[in-house]
């Protein structure tokens, strides 16, 4: 099974900084990543799929970038909006596994 | 607008069964794969299962497998989940999710169904 490395775990910004988020798969998974926010008791919202392609509506400083092994999640200029918990998670056809999350709070 | 609505949960005993059930509107059912994903309060998210259009191709995490069956009605838009034998560290918020085009991401969910297993 594919096994997801997710860092870190939380991390502490200011407004307006940029904010890098890194996950690690156990083995190749080309560009079959994608990334979500988690607002406190609500449900996951898909921000980008397959690596890089933002979902629709979705704000342009969140970017996304890697295949093969590593990826990273970025917020360019991060906003009071975006305090949130993200996850990542490849998928093999049906078989999904998440990556354990990062907490974002605000300095 | 995508809604997805879970239904079913509740608090039930150790080594008794749930059926979780999640009905779908505004888009195409059958040309899309369906998922499970199951949350602790306060944890991370987990995947449980995935069936795809037709039913042809079905997934499950190993800790659920042989207690667990995903399967889904088209005609009536829905996708369920039967839990038997359930366990303590069964207890978790469980969504259903909908694949985006192809297999694997979750483009729309929904707001849960709470499922307790305690004596």
């Known amino acids: 099974d594919i096994q997801m490395t997710q860092f870190p775990s939380s991390l502490s910004a200011s407004v307006g900084d940029t904010v890098t988020i890194t996950c690690q798969a156990s083995q190749d998974i080309d560009s079959y990543l994608n990334w979500y926010q988690q607002k406190p008791g609500k449900a996951p919202k898909l921000l980008i799929y397959?690596?890089?392609i933002l979902d629709t509506g979705v704000p342009s400083r969140f970017s996304g970038s890697g295949s093969g092994t590593d990826f990273t999640f970025t917020i360019t200029s991060l906003q009071p909006e975006d305090i949130a918990t993200y996850y990542c998670q490849q998928y093999d056809k049906l078989f999904v596994t998440f990556g354990g999350g990062t907490k974002v709070e605000i300095k | 607008e995508v809604q997805l609505v879970e239904s079913g949960g509740g608090l039930v005993q150790p080594g008794r069964s749930l059926r979780l059930s999640c009905t779908a509107s505004?888009?195409?059912?059958?040309?899309?794969?369906m998922h499970w994903v199951r949350q602790v309060p306060g944890k991370g998210l987990e995947w449980v299962s995935g069936i795809s259009w037709n039913s042809a191709d079905i997934e499950y995490v190993d800790s659920v497998k042989g207690r667990f069956t995903i399967s889904r009605d088209n005609a009536k838009l829905s996708v369920n989940l039967k839990s038997e034998s359930l366990r303590p560290e069964d207890t978790a918020l469980y969504y259903c999710a909908k694949c985006g085009a192809g297999w694997g991401w979750l483009d729309n969910w929904g707001q849960g169904t709470l499922v307790t297993v305690s004596s």
């Open positions: 505004g888009f195409i059912f059958d040309d899309f794969a």
């Open positions: 397959d690596a890089f």
